[in-house]
């Protein structure tokens, strides 16, 4: 089993450059999350979405955009890279029940350095 | 809205000696609270969650955790530190289920020194 994958795991980008980072889970979860760590700032949400076709922003979404075609996958798209976006990012997928939000599964993460 | 803070982002203590890591919350609903660690490298692994069921909540690799609403504190202990207890760690507050999203705190690296 898995989990949740990402994809790619190291990147290094020049500024003003795009990319899609990748996120797939094969835990049938509705429940799908993008977050970013910074050093000292703890998971910072920028993403998430409760099923397939559906999205929403989190805390701190500028600079980014997703999309969600399948329950399986939810990749992250960068537009126009800039060094605040140097960061871990960390997918995560969850399957909250009867009013509970269930635990989230993460990925091992993607380290990302805008240059 | 909720809050977590997490007080100390370093903390150091000897192999055998007891673990506390301390997390308060602001919420305006019963919250869920969980406590995550990172090792390095990887993502992050559930170590225990309080669901109202009951205020001690025991987790995995020993640690335990209690929920005091008066005191609107979710603290993390270990009686006995061990080296592989050596991580970063997270406190998170959830709101209800139609969203699941999770509200983490800034996080607090423990050192266990032999």
């Known amino acids: 089993n898995a989990g949740v994958t990402q994809t790619p795991k190291f990147r290094i980008l020049k500024i003003g450059q795009s990319m899609t980072l990748q996120c797939a889970q094969d835990?049938?979860?509705?429940?799908m999350y993008w977050y970013r760590q910074d050093p000292g700032m703890g998971l910072k949400l920028i993403y998430y979405s409760v099923g397939a076709g559906i999205t929403d922003k989190g805390e701190v979404p500028n600079g980014y955009n997703v999309s969600r075609s399948t329950t399986e996958d939810f990749p992250l798209r960068l537009e126009l890279a800039a060094p605040s976006q140097t960061s871990v990012y960390f997918c995560?997928?969850?399957?909250?029940?009867?009013?509970?939000?269930?635990?989230?599964?993460f990925g091992e993460g993607s380290r990302l350095t805008v240059l | 809205a909720q809050s977590v803070t997490q007080l100390g982002s370093h903390v150091s203590v000897s192999e055998g000696a007891l673990v506390l890591l301390r997390c308060n919350y602001s919420?305006?609903?019963?919250?869920?609270l969980f406590w995550y660690v990172q090792y390095p490298n990887q993502g992050l692994q559930l170590l225990l969650k309080?669901?109202?069921?009951?205020?001690l909540v025991k987790g995995i690799n020993g640690f335990e955790a209690e929920f005091k609403k008066s005191e609107t504190s979710f603290h993390l202990t270990k009686p006995s530190a061990h080296m592989s207890d050596a991580a970063e760690y997270f406190c998170a507050v959830g709101p209800s289920s139609n969203t699941g999203k999770l509200i983490f705190g800034q996080g607090t690296t423990l050192q266990v020194k032999p």
């Open positions: 995560a997928s969850s399957y909250p029940i009867s009013g509970f939000p269930g635990e989230l599964f």
């Open positions: 309080y669901t109202s069921a009951a205020t």
């Open positions: 919420s305006s609903v019963p919250p869920y």
């Open positions: 835990m049938n979860h509705n429940y």
